[in-house]
């Protein structure tokens, strides 16, 4: 007679790493935000956050470099990942765009400051030319420069492994039938690339919306968003409460961002394009 075997137990240890290290620590974030630094339950912390104008000013911050990043992210990779498609020897193309995925986070912010400090690389080539040098460090435009340059890998994979799913015999029938490059892309390519997009917007906006490295070392004080005010209230002022309060708005907002950029139906997604 044969053992029975019971699938539920191979889920154990996915429902205990579940529970343990994402549920709780999020539902410890939830009591410290409704809580006070005498553990008394409160909403002086939501309120403190709604009715400072300078919370709101962070949240707007937050949702604009965001979305400056993933903007920024998508006109480049897009095309990228179907030139790629393109190209012969595919995977040593990957790996390329994926190797500086395996540097350190650290590493990457500080080689980038020593290429666009004062005396660093863009500036040494520039003095070639007789311009500079140019104060690239602690701006706006260098801290999406830097973002949009780490995040670029995680948003054309998935749009790569959309397009090259896509039978090649659609783009040539739209072809064959007198369709113009622009409208093979819109009613062909882009309804059929869409859920890759999709999922790079998420991959970038999300992590995008609490960054606080980069907003510290290569954007400095100029760039604040709520992933630097967390770190203030965490590390700084030691007022965790707060810091949680923050921590929670930031799920929320990502939470929205999800449903926003979920995936539709695909007959939904037939019937609009008809």
Same mark, same amino acid.
């Given at each position: ?19 343990? %290290?994402?549920? =709780?620590?999020? @539902?410890?974030? *939830?009591?410290?935000? $409704? &809580? !006070?630094?005498?553990?008394? +339950? ?82 040494? %080539?520039?003095? =070639?030319?007789? @311009?500079?040098? *140019?104060?690239?460090? $602690? &701006? !706006?435009?260098?801290?999406? +420069? ?129």
């Amino acid at each position: 007679m044969k053992n029975k075997r019971h699938p539920g137990l191979f889920a154990i240890p996915y429902v205990l790493w579940i529970a343990f %290290f994402v549920i =709780l620590p999020i @539902l410890l974030i *939830v009591w410290y935000s $409704f &809580t !006070n630094t005498n553990q008394h +339950l409160t909403l002086q912390n939501y309120h403190t956050f709604f009715a400072n104008g300078t919370f709101l000013r962070m949240s707007l911050n937050s949702f604009w470099y965001a979305f400056l990043i993933t903007l920024a992210t998508l006109l480049i990779s897009y095309p990228a990942a179907y030139f790629l498609t393109k190209l012969k020897k595919q995977q040593f193309w990957l790996l390329l765009i994926i190797l500086p995925t395996w540097i350190n986070l650290l590493l990457k912010a500080y080689a980038f400051i020593g290429i666009l400090g004062r005396q660093g690389l863009v500036n040494q %080539f520039l003095q =070639l030319f007789g @311009l500079g040098p *140019v104060n690239m460090l $602690f &701006t !706006n435009f260098g801290f999406l +420069l830097v973002a949009t340059y780490i995040e670029i890998p995680f948003m054309i994979l998935p749009i790569y492994n959309a397009i090259v799913a896509i039978d090649p015999a659609l783009i040539q029938a739209s072809e064959d039938l007198g369709a113009s490059k622009w409208q093979t892309f819109r009613f062909v390519l882009w309804p059929l690339s869409r859920a890759g997009v999709e999922s790079g917007i998420q991959a970038i906006f999300i992590p995008s919306l609490s960054l606080f490295m980069l907003t510290r070392l290569i954007g400095g004080n100029r760039v604040i968003t709520l992933g630097t005010a967390i770190e203030e209230y965490f590390m700084t002022t030691m007022n965790w409460n707060m810091g949680a309060t923050i921590g929670v708005i930031l799920i929320v907002m990502m939470i929205l961002v999800m449903l926003l950029t979920g995936n539709k139906p695909a007959h939904g997604r037939r019937m609009h394009h008809e």
